[in-house]
């Protein structure tokens, strides 16, 4: 099961520039966001902001409130720890540099994602997130598995994110602003306005894929194939929660309404008690850890669903509380994995003599998991019980998937980190297991401590991180929950014990449900299996349509694409039924004849003639005209450059030509009749559009702008040059740059042909 | 191809060639030229030079490989948008410097529309070259 070699990565030195660079840049932003406590905890909220194309809205603003701390935090936090366990994990594979290079880019993509007070620039973040996690999941790219995973991750996140783009486009339509806490600011524009349902299908069409909720939630147990670290880090503590996020910081514009009610507690609850089955199902521990991960995030999108305090107070606890146990016990599974060379729950047991720190920190981990006291976990079931029956949709359907859920979780819990290490099986022998290095147990250790901590004290938790997270949602006006161990006997405590009663219950039958499961599971509809699918039948369309379109013979492609221009703009001028140009004959000079004679010679050669030579030379004929046109006309730049080219390709064509064989060996011209027939065609419509074009007046505001602007604001009297390297300098670069892609393509293809060639 | 006249023809004519070349270029942002009509000057020039003497001549006349030439006028092109970030402005901002100004005239100025469009120069230069030097080596 291990991707790397146990023995080797024992040896091979960690304490790395590539490893730990990662590790000091998430401990120094960790710091920095520390500092930020005493503020946000105080009610301020802190902005930073730089312009970045003011034209369009769309600047670097970054703000720190109470939700985007909690996740800073979270990701930062982790992160440091995550990275440290990840040097010694993956000491001297071969791609550890790129591995770590990757692991931090994706930290500061999440940083920028939580962080940014723009719309826009959240996107990109998010589009950031969805590239990374495809270079991690993709990482051991070796194996088709994980390329495949990748790529399922990378096109499920990313048509969600498109989908995001346009809600957000619109909210910035909507809202006339891309500043969150400016469209926060404006209270309930967004629900009342008539374009509230489109957004809210299209940003919550992102949030459910990157939150893998079902039924969009397939790629993430097979993002699983991502080594460890990247899995604890990533589908568990942080880029799955981007979803989420986006839900929390959402909510004040999006929410308070039952559209947005029914569908996060239907989609959370769904996705919950669904997730939990399926994770009691698996016998891979970290398959099993990653449905439960799918249940902590439909347990969040449930309780943000509602937006009384207790549910959301919820939320934020239970979010810091998954965090915690969540990255813990991946990181013990990867320490299982990395000492003994296996996941199979079935093959785990009796670990706890050889790897006694892991057994603790797991069992710490897991205690908090599975939500006994008094761990940060007892207080995170508490109040989502408390949040369940405080929702204004079904308290009791909730409060039911969450039990549910709950004592699922329970079991679990006991399957992932008791099971492997007190089960009364001596296998450990066997394994050859041995505790990990110390880099790799302070990550687990560290995580789990902060669960029994804040689980004791949980005032820490409260006042500095949770209470100024709901307030960042709720506003301040809504009082959060308390966080408390006891909280006296209520209903959320008795629902506390029935859950206790059913986890140990459906943890000792556990096999019997597993086998039960297994049956039903070979019925059941695979969504995966039906990705494949979906992703087979568009490759088959494209082939086929490239094969009806595409044929190979460059006159068909020419023929398609005139064929097209024509239909598309003769059309549209029958559509609109507008020939009536005025065909008043102009004065003509003298030199119009001559530059429309030597036009109409050159075409007339090139029609004719059987030379290739002499038909490229009567079309640098027909461009000559053309250029004369342009100087007629008073376009000297245009016609300089038309000449040149007109000059150069005549020379590049005679250079092709002498490869080619005579145009049309007798008996192919049978095609001539149809292309003559399109080419009077075109021609007769493109006359058409232009004397429509100059008969009505012509709009000269550009004109003039351009020729007043030209000389104060960019020193230069040849408009035409300036508006190239000046006005539209943007425009410009991007010609050159697809100049520069065509002739190294072009090469590339000239050059390959010569070395086929050249074989024997 | 071996015509006299030709390659007498060009030795004239190519430094005639790149010089107008560059004399377009620089001419370009009051009077008509610029980058891009240099470029095709100057490429003109050396697939002149190519036909008479072959592309191997002309290669070594370039000294370097066509396509960098290309990819470092695109880098060119790229700073000089870059430089208006670092004088606060936004992306591709002309900067603008009048050396020796006065009241009355504007001295010699230079700027980075200036190396912008030295950037399109190479770019079109370099990118017919790499073309058309491919072709012909490939016939």
Redesign the interface.
Known sequence: MATHGTDDAGKAPWLTVAGMAPVLLALALFAALLQAIPAVSAGESLRFAWDWVPSLGISLSFLIDGLSLIFGLLITGIGALVFLYSSKYLAGHAHFTRFALFLALFMLSMLGLVLADNLLTLFVFWELTTITSYLLIGFDHATGKARRSALQALLLTGTGGLALLAGFILIGTVAGTFELSEIRAQGNVLQDHALYLPILILVLAGAFTKSAQFPLHFWLPNAMAAPTPVSAYLHSATMVKAGVYLMARMHPNLGGTDVWLWTLTIAGAVTAVFASVMALKQTDLKQALAYTTLMALGTLTLFLAADVGYAITAAMTFLIVHSLYKAALFLVVGIIDHGTGTRDVYKLGGLAKAMPITAIAAGIAALSMAGFPPFLGFIGKELKYAGALAVQSEPFLVAGAVLLANALMLAVAGIVSFSPFWRRKHLADDLNAHEAPWPMLVGPVVLAALGAVFGIFPDLLAYSLVNPGVAAILGDDVKPAELKLWAGVNLPLILSLATFTLGIVIYIYRQSLRDRLAAMGERAISLDRGWDRVLGGLKATAAWQTRVIQSGVLRHYLFITFATLFVAVGGTLLARGGFNVDVSMPDMLLKHWVVILLIFAGAMLTLTTSSRIAAIAGLGAVGIGVALIFIIFGAPDVAITQLLVETLVVVLFGVAALKLPKLDPGGEKTHRPLDALLAIGIGVVVTLVLLMVTDGPLDRRLTTYFETASWPDAFGRNIVNVILVDFRALDTFGEIAVVVIAALGAFALLKGRKTEEEKP | MNSIILLAGTRLLVALLLVFSIFMLLR??????????GG??G??GF?VYA?ACGTEQARLALRVPP?NV??V??GI??F??VMAIFFGD???T?Q?LFIGATEDD?GL?L?S?LV??I??YM??M???L???F??????
């Open positions: 370009g942002h009051n009077t008509p030229g610029g980058g891009f009509i095709l000057i490429a003109t697939v036909i396509e290309a990819m006028g695109l092109a790229l000089a948008g936004a992306f591709f002309g603008w504007k100025p700027s529309v912008f469009d950037g399109v770019v079109v370099g990118s017919i790499t073309l058309t491919a072709l012909e080596e490939g016939v």
